[in-house]
């Protein structure tokens, strides 16, 4: 079962990655940062690889293997962008709130395309707790702030659709990879398109004039990230990707937690009912599947 710690090591990253990179986005722009991060987070994965000896397996890759970690790459890039242009829109909790439904379409698809069915009626009903979790969690505000929600809203959204298709896409990708090479290579799929929408934007020139402070936070993002995946893909390859998943997005205790140290963001009672629900989801499906 030490995928099952690995899948709660990535949801404990994830959560402070949320945190770190808030702060890393004041002022510098959110293109920019996961193009900064996404290099650190590469750094980080090919360390791993030579202090595992996964290099090795480079030249046994299989070509099936090889295009759907490109293609979980181009979907975790996408997911990137969307989601740190929200982050950069929004609040931390809301946005986060959207990312994790997801996890909701994930499940649904390993449960259809790799026949997890194993305890069906639990996963059922705990992705049911977790969707109506999620909705409890997007708080009405005030008719003030409905016009930034739309602005914000549209970019979590997509983040949520192409994280889904990211878990699915690498659960077949990692099938006989090692997960730290295939975390790496996956990784540079995702830095390529992160400095190509750099550069079709005309925002290289920001590199240069990044906040140092805000570029240190972006860096321990990035480090925090390239952490959380190291766990995630690890506990993908080797447990059920409708079980890694839900306890991945429970990253969001943490995100909570740590919103309202650093950024005074609350949550009402409808939010800590969805929060709850979230968690009993999560906890049914790991528990009893």
Known sequence: ML??????????????????????????????????RTVVVLLFAWVMVFL???????????????????????????????????????????????????????VLLAIVLFRETSNLAVKLV????????????????????SAPMRKWLPYAVLSAIFAALTSILAKVGVKNVDSNLATALRTGVVLL?????????????QLRTVDRREAAFI?????????????????IQNG???????????????????SFIFFREKLGKRALLGLALMLCGTLAMALWS
């Open 240 to 258: 059920e990707v409708s079980v890694v998943v839900p306890i991945d997005k429970m990253s969001i205790l943490v995100t909570v937690a740590l």
């Open 193 to 205: 398109m992160s400095f190509l929408i750099v550069f079709l934007k005309g925002k290289q020139g």
């Open 126 to 145: 705990g992705t049911a707790l977790l969707g109506v979790g999620i909705f409890l969690m997007l708080e009405r505000k005030a008719a003030a702030q």
């Open 52 to 106: 595992t000896g996964a290099q090795k397996q480079l030249p046994a890759i299989d070509t099936r293997s090889l295009l759907f970690l490109i293609l979980s790459g181009i979907a975790t890039g996408a997911s990137w962008l969307c989601y740190f242009r929200a982050l950069s829109l929004g609040d931390v909790n809301r946005v986060v709130a959207i990312d994790k439904s997801s996890t909701v379409l994930s």
């Open 3 to 36: 995928w099952l710690i690995a899948a709660v090591g990535s949801a404990v990253f994830a959560g402070l990655t949320s945190i770190l990179a808030k702060c890393g986005i004041r002022k510098t722009d959110s293109d920019v940062a996961t193009a900064l």
């Open 219 to 235: 860096g321990l993002s990035g480090l925090a990230t390239g952490a959380s995946w190291l766990c995630y893909y690890y506990a």
